[in-house]
């Protein structure tokens, strides 16, 4: 019953994250009632989330390939952060990272609400490579090294906060940010398994349950894609994750 719960969940993030965005409001949670313990479950949310990266990504490569000379600055800064993310995961414990659970799940519900008005407004006040220029290259490094880490700790609301980012850093082509998203998400997703893996702290079993519904419902989610409107899916991401985030919060301080 367990593994079918946890494919069920894979399978609906899988085609959520397609559509959408937002498929680990649905994996991570599931992992937690399936009885893993916070900090591994977290973790292995990270490796079910992979292929859709690397799969998508893939999918956008002729979009990505104009900006390759970016992509080794953009890799290194994903792997440090990516890394350091991870490693901050591990050294808490169970109890210190459950209590965290609830603002990180508010502050990835809170992006995912309002990230395309972030975009948006950040769009309207850029103008190419001008704008990323005057806030300054060192700036924009140093915050795709912090989202990188975000990632690597928590990886719910990464794909969002990336779009806003590269918003920030001059870009306007939606296919080619949608790429770099899915690439940097998934460099970030790398090395912080290789972290977690080389620590035990992925269950393996339920995590790769999981990667399989997600990976199902990838494949799925392109019949889909004609008969359910994406604004109706993001619709029930974010009522489900303010009542997930409510319930965090309410099982964490009552």
Not at 69 to 88: H, Q, T
Not at 219 to 243: D, E, K, T
Request: glycine residues 12%; hydrophobic residues 55%; positive net charge.
């Amino acid at each position: 019953m367990t593994f079918l719960l946890l494919f069920a969940a894979g399978l609906l993030g899988g085609i959520i994250n397609s559509l959408a965005g937002g498929g680990s409001f649905v994996i991570f949670p599931a992992l937690l009632f399936a009885g893993v313990p916070p900090v591994l479950a977290n973790a292995s949310n990270t490796y079910a989330c992979l292929p859709g990266y690397v799969t998508g990504a893939i999918g956008y490569r002729r979009h990505i390939r104009p900006y390759r000379n970016r992509l080794l600055l953009y890799s290194i800064l994903g792997l440090v952060g990516g890394w350091l993310g991870s490693e901050a995961l591990i050294r808490m414990s169970d109890a210190q990272f459950s209590g965290t659970i609830p603002w990180l799940m508010a502050f990835a519900v809170t992006i995912y609400v309002f990230g395309q008005r972030i975009n948006r407004f950040l769009a309207s006040r850029s103008t190419g490579s001008k704008r990323a220029a005057r806030a300054g290259a060192m700036g924009i490094s140093l915050l795709l090294l912090a989202i990188s880490f975000y990632g690597g700790f928590f990886n719910a609301g990464l794909g969002i906060v990336l779009l806003a980012w590269l918003a920030l850093a001059g870009f306007d082509d939606v296919h080619a940010m949608n790429g770099l998203k899915l690439l940097i998400s998934a460099v970030i997703s790398v090395i912080a398994i290789v972290r977690f893996a080389a620590t035990g702290s992925i269950a393996w079993v339920e995590g790769s349950v999981a990667l399989a519904g997600a990976m199902a419902g990838g494949f799925a989610a392109a019949y889909f894609a004609h008969l359910v409107p994406a604004r109706a899916i993001r619709g029930f991401v974010i009522v489900y994750g303010i009542g997930l985030t409510a319930y965090f919060f309410w099982s964490t301080y009552s």
